[in-house]
């Protein structure tokens, strides 16, 4: 079978704050429906502007964000005569953490929502609001959003997507992850189509094509370093939240009967042998594709790779239960690496 063509990324974000629009969308074009997302550190507890695009190339045109504790969340949309205002009305779940604000809109049919959920309790805490007669978004704006970095402190992220629903999480690996195949480690950034990829329990496979991805990296997207010795044998391996890594050692032949069971990489982070990474607003990475799920080893941690569901994983995957208990049995005597 011959490996086919990929492309460029599937992650389903049109636009990305400090990268841009990722899917080639014409600048004069206009997104008439979708959502913009916002993810900011918590707690929130005096006035700020949060965006602040204003335009005047031809015709005013004004996208900003703001929140106010007396208020909440205030959207000011102006394309030329036209300005609308959304508003999420306070208070706020508070707390340490982080929290996601979502404006969905849908121009064609003169609807809106907000939604502001704080991520970091033990459920998330959700506020809501809906109104009439958007504006749709001129893809310029949302690419001149983009240059703006982070305006205010509180900023982790945003972007903006074309899905019905949020684009999730994506399993994928750092560029600089070393992977083993025919010809040696080599770097996962530098892999291609054809090469053939050593894995733990299907032998030699070739790679069908290594996706690169452009996701967040910051808040709930940030990505997880993984530290060496104690998962790679030399060198910190970066991998995304959801990843999943194979752990092995007695406490998993004890609960669970197996020599390996996978869980997500962010159930290792203790500050110490793992911690989450949010150094960058977006991070190089690439998920790999064998044609199936596989077992590959990047020096010495063993990764699970081209899965769509749990049912089809070539080890059993933990609850979020069991991972709760076989963290508390590991403590402080890991045996993370395979």
């Known amino acids: 079978m011959s490996p086919s063509p990929m492309p460029a990324d599937k992650t389903g974000w049109l ?9 080639g969308s014409p600048m004069q074009g206009l997104m008439h429906k979708g959502q913009f997302v916002i993810e900011l550190a918590m707690p929130l507890q005096e006035a700020v502007v949060l965006l602040d695009h204003q335009a005047n190339d031809g015709w005013p045109r004004t996208f900003a964000l703001m929140f106010d ?14 300005l609308q205002r959304h508003i999420l009305p306070g208070p706020l779940p508070q707390g340490i953490g982080h929290g996601r604000l979502t404006f969905a ?24 609001s809906r109104g009439r007669d958007p504006l749709p978004m001129q893809i310029a ?18 972007g903006a997507s074309t899905a019905g629903a949020l684009p999730g999480a ?68 970066l991998v995304s939240a959801d990843q999943l890594i194979a752990i092995g050692g007695p406490e998993t032949e004890y609960l669970f009967d197996s020599d390996q069971v996978l869980m997500p990489a962010a159930a290792l982070v203790d ?24 077992l590959i080893e990047a020096d010495g941690c063993v990764l699970a790779v081209g899965h769509d569901a749990q049912l089809d994983l070539p080890l059993r995957a933990l609850k979020p239960y ?5 963290m508390s049995l590991l403590g402080r005597s890991p045996r993370y690496a395979a």
């Open 141 to 158: 704006d949302l690419a001149a959003l983009c240059t703006l970095g982070r305006p205010s402190t509180p900023v982790l992220w945003f």
């Open 69 to 82: 504790p007396a208020i909440g969340f205030v959207i000011a949309h102006r394309q030329g005569e036209r």
């Open 105 to 128: 809109f849908d121009a064609p049919a003169r609807v809106w929502s907000m939604r502001f959920e704080y991520l970091s309790g033990e459920a998330p805490a959700v506020i809501r």
């Open 15 to 23: 636009a990305l704050s400090d990268r841009g629009i990722l899917d």
């Open 170 to 237: 994506a399993p994928w690996i750092g560029l600089r992850t070393e992977v083993e195949t025919s010809l040696g480690p080599v770097a996962a950034g530098n892999l291609k189509r054809g090469d053939i990829i050593l894995t733990l329990d299907r032998g030699p496979q070739m790679l069908l094509g290594a996706q690169p991805l452009s996701l967040p990296a910051r808040g709930s997207f940030a990505p997880v370093l993984l530290r060496a010795p104690y998962f790679g044998m030399h060198q910190d391996i």
């Open 271 to 294: 500050g110490r042998t793992a911690y989450s990474d949010d150094r960058r607003a977006v991070t190089g990475s690439v998920a790999l594709d064998l044609g199936g799920p596989a």
């Open 322 to 326: 069991e991972v709760l208990t076989l």
